[in-house]
């Protein structure tokens, strides 16, 4: 990799990280281009050369996303039982939700115009379909829903605890209401 290239990955990574700082501290709609330009001290032309917008920076939190699950939470899953697994998945997302911070998840949330949530080919979706679908494999799968209606379940049901705990500001342990939940909704689809 040529010194030009390492410069322009360290110049995208100090922008990002001054985006999402700054964002953290004055929320999504308060935040401005010039803001981050200065946390990240660079020029608003540099921010232009690598993000088309705001937005656009928040695409590349789901990217961060993805790759905290394949580098992170799936290495720690290989020798778990099957609800073991589906709790320590979503154990880490919550983790997730809380490391980027209560504003900028509220953003994330609030938008209907977010379809990444959604997209099937994500690496958290394609993480959480294998571990259904070893679970079906195995036998440990109870439900007679089809397999890809047991995974959107369970993210609506993920999400939906993120956006309850958005509404109430935080207020209550984001982690602890995901684990609790969970561990109710595996008994609706997981054998012993």
Known sequence: MTQRKKQAIQTRQKILNAAIAVMQKHGFED?????????????????????????????VVFESADLYFKDTVEPQ???????????LFFRHYARY??????????????????????????FM???LHNILADAQ??????????????????????????NDWCLYDGSYDLEQRIV???QKTLSLFITK
């Not at 946390?39 to 608003?44: E, G, R």
């Not at 949330?109 to 990444?116: I, L, P, V």
């Not at 829903?145 to 605890?161: C, D, T, V």
Request: with cysteine.
């Open 31 to 59: 935040t401005t281009i010039e803001q981050i330009c200065k946390k990240a001290k660079v020029s608003v032309g540099s921010f232009y050369n690598y993000f088309k917008s705001k937005q656009d920076v928040l695409f």
């Open 77 to 87: 899953l290989a020798s778990l039982a099957v609800s073991d697994k589906i709790l």
């Open 97 to 122: 939700n809380l490391d980027t911070g209560l504003d900028f998840v509220k953003h994330l949330y609030g938008s209907s115009e977010n379809k990444f949530f959604i997209a099937q080919d994500r």
């Open 125 to 127: 979706h394609k993480l």
């Open 137 to 162: 494999a195995e036998g440990k799968l109870k439900s007679d829903m089809p397999l890809q209606e047991i995974e959107q379940y369970m993210f609506i049901l993920a999400r939906g605890i993120v």
């Open 180 to 182: 609790l939940y969970f």
